[in-house]
């Protein structure tokens, strides 16, 4: 007998749609938490006019940071970081405002779990993560900078959110065109029957479909590797736009990045094979049953 619903694809989808939703909440907390964060530090003034001449940026604001980086020869990001801002000033107000935001949402530790120093440096870039925890004072500069790399984080988590509408969408589309399919699949199945002849003769035309019920079936099964064959061309079209929108890296894509916990990278092809395979074992087993029947 064909394969029950239960089958044919349908928990690779089930998955998928579960990790869709996980990753749509994380992203949405991402984004609050960085509008947080952007708020609160639109609200700590910058020190700009207490700069005094030790501060390596002093002279030249921001522009400076790339001298201070390459004068600090074999310290890095890793470093002891003597310069780091004192308590109480407002470059530690920052970095307290961003270990309550980004750094709080609840999924931080499983999927993160990074220092402050490298979680700013992978958010806003090595110069500003630079400025932000190797130097003494919070520069207007830095703050404008800074200001407008968390509003870039937030519409980069935005623009990302689309993508997995997008994706939600194109799956829950693809499951719901699938679903028939396997509904018919299981009633072409039952028609076919076991194959076996019955003990007596009404029993055994009973069990066994003439060569034109053979024949309509036949066509029934092309018409929906057609629309098998329609819904793989259609989840390959979403999948190339979602290339087209996002920047997730040479070696990644949408379905590489969100799906990397399942057992396979792209669900709904694997759906739409799967039902493809079931149509071709009935195909099969029409042509049999139709050879017989001549």
């Known amino acids: 007998m064909a394969a029950t619903h239960a089958d044919g694809g349908s928990d ?30 639109s609200s700590i003034p910058d020190e700009s006019a207490n700069a005094g001449p030790s501060d390596p940026a002093a002279s030249d604001g921001f522009a400076g940071v790339g001298g201070a980086m390459s004068g600090a020869v074999g310290g890095g990001m890793g470093g002891r970081g003597d310069a780091t801002a004192a308590p109480g000033s407002r470059l530690v107000a920052v970095r307290d405002a961003y270990q309550a935001t980004v750094m709080s949402v609840p999924h931080y530790e499983a999927e993160y779990d990074d ?19 190797r130097t003494n004072c919070f520069h207007e500069e830095y703050k404008h900078s800074l200001l407008s790399a968390a509003e870039t984080a937030v519409q980069e988590r935005e623009a990302f959110l689309d993508a997995l509408e997008s994706e939600i969408e194109s799956v829950e589309c693809a499951e719901s065109r699938l679903e028939p399919i396997r509904t018919e699949i299981e009633a072409i199945d039952a028609e076919l029957g076991d194959g076996k002849s ?17 024949d309509a079936c036949r066509t029934r099964t092309a018409a929906l590797r057609e629309d098998c064959d329609r819904i793989a061309a259609r989840r390959q079209r ?10 997730l ?26 039902v493809g395979d079931q149509i071709e074992g009935l195909r099969e087993r029409i042509e049999r049953a139709m050879a017989r029947a001549r």
């Open 12 to 41: 690779s989808i089930r998955a998928a749609r579960a990790e869709l939703r996980v990753e749509r909440r994380r992203v949405v907390d991402e984004r609050e938490a960085f509008r947080a964060f952007r708020g609160r530090v």
């Open 115 to 133: 220092t402050y120093e490298r979680s700013v440096a992978e958010e806003f870039g090595p110069e500003l993560a630079y400025a932000l925890t």
């Open 198 to 214: 019955g003990d007596d003769e009404a029993e055994g035309e009973r069990r066994t479909p003439t060569f034109g019920a053979l």
């Open 238 to 247: 979403v999948l190339a736009d979602h290339e087209r929108r996002l920047a």
């Open 249 to 274: 890296g040479d070696e990644i894509d949408l379905p590489e990045y969100c799906y990397q916990t399942l057992e396979v990278t792209y669900p709904v092809l694997a759906a739409v094979g799967a």
